[in-house]
């Protein structure tokens, strides 16, 4: 009888331990995710949301010209709430993985580095599709890590929220990048597809914001 | 002594006239057309903000100033209005049909330049149903023909009242 017990009790305790090496760290959610690639107040009075493509040169356009003005001038104060959507286009061979090692650089808390670097080397991953290289050559070592662990990890987490952003993309009728949408007060306005020139979007933001 | 008989339209004339009210009308109703959908979009009319939507759109020509951008965004859909509800109504046609072309002109002048330049217009990397500049430009050849056959209609009619009896 006692045997017994010692049998059951040592299965349990090895159970205990193997277990959570097992299944690993939580699984990430969407909605996690899109959290970890928004910037800025939920309570802002305006949200703005970017479908783009890492492989687009007009996505790559819209961040370099205008995208950092917007967050420099209105994310920061509490004005905009900035949310980034993945759009992958078909047309762009690597664009979803791109994607999905956005996606992981943001569970990894890295969301703005990665995609600073992913458009900074947006020509050289775009020809080969080393994506991971290509990171490896502009983010430190140590952050690279947290994002392989993740994007290894969490591969379908992270897959799924890319195609959660592909099927509101769509119902929404998205059909380009970059692509807009400008909520306020319930209201949402999808703009223009395309690159968007900073001082018109301030026009308009400002206008909203007057309202 | 007989009367003269009446002078009877001829039948290609008759027919001419037709057609031309019948392109200055589809004319017209495609201007008004076009204003309202800048106007109302989105389910909602957007009366105090359209300009700033529109001009967006504008900008992606990459032809005009910004300043020139935003004027333009605020009076192209009032003008197209203004231009179809005249056409319809035959008021100073000479004029009206001539604007009229004088714009399909200046746009067609920047359609076939983005399609020249490849710009994508309103679109980075667009995917299947994108606007496309060429089609576009094939699209507005066909208006620009209907607006030349119209202005010259309406040339010819003015001329032909002034004529002596």
Known sequence: MNRSWIRVASLAVAAALIVPSLTGQAKLTVAELTAAKSIGSRQAPITLEVFSDYQCPDCKRLHSATTQQVIDNYVSSGKVYLVHRDFPLSMHPYSRQAARWLNAAAAAGLFQSTENALYAKQEEWGATGNIEQALASVLPAADMRKVRVMESSQRAQLDAAVQADVNLGNSRNVSGTPSIFVTHRGQMTPLPAGSVSYTLLKQYLDYLLQR | ????????????????????????????????????????????????????????????????????????????????????????????????????TALLVVFMIALARAAILGLAINCGCFGEGSTNPARELILDSVLLLVALAVTVGAFSSHRARRLPA
């Open chain 2, 1 to 100: 002594m007989a009367a003269a008989p009446p002078i009877a339209v001829s039948h290609p004339r008759r027919i001419t006239g037709v057609l031309l009210l019948v392109g200055r009308a589809a004319l017209g109703a495609i201007l008004i057309f076009a204003a309202y959908a800048k106007l109302h979009f989105n389910g909602a009319w957007h009366l105090r903000d359209y300009n700033f939507i529109f001009a967006i759109g504008i900008d992606s020509y990459q032809m005009l100033p910004l300043w020139a951008v935003s004027w333009l965004a605020l009076v192209l859909p009032w003008t197209e209005l203004a231009l179809g509800l005249l056409l319809i109504a035959g008021i100073g046609l000479r004029w009206v049909a001539s604007i009229t």
